[in-house]
């Protein structure tokens, strides 16, 4: 299955939000490491400003839920 970080990476650049937010965290390594939506909430967390947390959440979602689709794409592709 492609992991997060390979989905930011495939990912068409867009002008919006969530655009934005994945450009941001596509070249951190930690992002290898997240496999769940609980794992990137508390990810952004830790890194977003205290005054930006709810924002970069709301931005955050479409981007989860695209890697959703494209892993059970991917998932699917190889049976």
């Known amino acids: 299955m492609p992991t997060f970080r390979d989905y930011l990476a495939s990912r068409r650049d867009v002008a919006n939000p969530a655009?934005?937010?994945a450009?941001?965290?596509?070249?951190d390594p930690e992002m290898e490491k997240i496999e769940e939506w609980p794992q990137l909430r508390?990810?952004?967390y830790r890194k977003a400003h205290a005054?930006?947390?709810k924002e970069t959440l709301?931005?955050?979602e479409p981007v989860?839920?695209?890697?959703r689709a494209?892993?059970?794409k991917h998932r699917r592709?190889?049976?």
């Open 77 to 79: 592709s190889k049976y």
């Open 23 to 27: 450009r941001q965290v596509r070249d």
């Open 42 to 44: 508390a990810y952004i």
């Open 51 to 53: 005054d930006r947390v």
């Open 70 to 72: 494209f892993a059970l």
């Open 19 to 21: 655009g934005d937010f």
């Open 64 to 67: 989860w839920k695209g890697y």
């Open 58 to 60: 709301v931005a955050a």
